[in-house]
């Protein structure tokens, strides 16, 4: 098995790819924000973690690892396949097939407004019991003010895989694979720097 991070990324790539093709073609419709969302919180996260740990435990196996070096290897897996993943879902989405990226927006905003939704009226029944009717007047105002604003995103067609917003969702990504990649080398580090 090769130790090299770059190439268990670029295998981790290979499998994030399966899994966001095998979503498009199977799963493309009425549902598909909502299992890309089930997918990418569950099963990646999932994967992404294995990925990272068997990379650093490959590395550590028959030798004696530094935090650093088990840091790195973690990171740098996390990285390559996750950097790679996230550009190619970029290009496919805003180049090849713009009516899935379309389709994807427009179910985003459908279940934001639902949630809002869902969230306001058991405010509501909060805010009908409180003392202060206040309470009532500042729900109703956050309310309102929530549902244009993705009312208009809607009429706008706002694309939600944008190059901004995707680097915006990235530099979030990152960190979660900083404080992953923290815990491993943690854990299985079995060296002293400076030893």
Do not use: C
Not at 143 to 172: D, T
Request: a positive charge; aromatic letters at 18%; proline letters at 2%.
């Amino acid at each position: 098995m090769t130790k090299n991070p770059v190439v268990i990324g670029l295998g981790l790539y290979g499998v994030t790819m399966l899994l966001f093709f095998g979503v498009y073609y199977f799963f493309a419709g009425p549902n598909y924000w909502d299992i890309s969302m089930k997918i990418n919180a569950f099963g990646l996260t999932f994967l992404y973690g294995i990925a990272a740990f068997l990379s650093t435990y490959w590395l550590r196996k028959g030798t004696q690892i530094t935090y650093p070096q088990a840091f790195k290897q973690s990171f740098v897996t996390l990285f390559v396949g996750g950097f790679l993943s996230m550009v190619t879902m970029f290009g496919f989405l805003n180049y090849v097939d713009k009516n899935a990226r379309d389709l994807l927006n427009y179910q985003y905003v459908q279940t934001e407004l639902t949630n809002l939704e869902e969230a306001y009226q058991k405010q509501k029944i909060d805010a009908a019991n409180h003392k202060d009717a206040n309470v009532v007047v500042e729900l109703e105002k956050n309310y309102k003010e929530a549902k244009e604003a993705r009312e208009i995103a809607l009429k706008e067609k706002r694309n939600y895989f944008s190059f901004e917003f995707l680097g915006k969702l990235f530099a979030g990504i990152l960190l979660f694979y900083l404080l992953l990649s923290i815990i491993i080398a943690a854990f299985l580090k079995n060296k002293k720097r400076y030893e």
